[in-house]
């Protein structure tokens, strides 16, 4: 069993700046396609941005040229870089990892973006 923890969430104003991370505790974090997700009260989590095994990105629409997202297998770590915040991304941002037939989530860091 896996265990994802994020952190770096908070409040920020419109246009700001903020990095999340997710440490993974296994040394296996390499093999994992891992991912950054968010979800607002009363509505489904959504899918922000992944990262494969090989480092290839992808982003939903909303974010893109905004959000970067990165990992340091080394450090077993995943990074979501979020500038030019907008109060529409406000949000709980959830990291995952799928490999091995599995899925796993983290537990949720809360961005808010206000003024």
């Known amino acids: 069993q896996m265990r994802l923890v994020e952190s770096g969430g908070g409040l920020v104003q419109p246009g700001g700046s903020l990095r999340l991370s997710c440490v993974a505790s296994?040394?296996?974090?390499?093999?994992?396609?891992m991912a950054w997700h968010r979800q607002t009260p009363g509505n489904q989590r959504e899918w922000v941005a992944g990262?494969?095994?090989?480092?290839?990105?992808n982003y939903t629409d909303s974010v893109k040229g905004r959000f970067t997202i990165s990992r340091d297998n080394d450090q077993n770590t995943l990074y979501l870089q979020m500038n030019d915040l907008k109060s529409e991304d406000t949000a709980v941002y959830y990291c995952?990892?799928?490999?091995?037939?599995?899925?796993?989530w983290g537990q949720g860091t809360q961005v808010t973006v206000a003024s």
């Open positions: 995952s990892a799928t490999g091995l037939s599995n899925t796993y």
């Open positions: 296994t040394r296996l974090f390499r093999i994992f396609h």
């Open positions: 990262i494969a095994i090989d480092s290839n990105t």
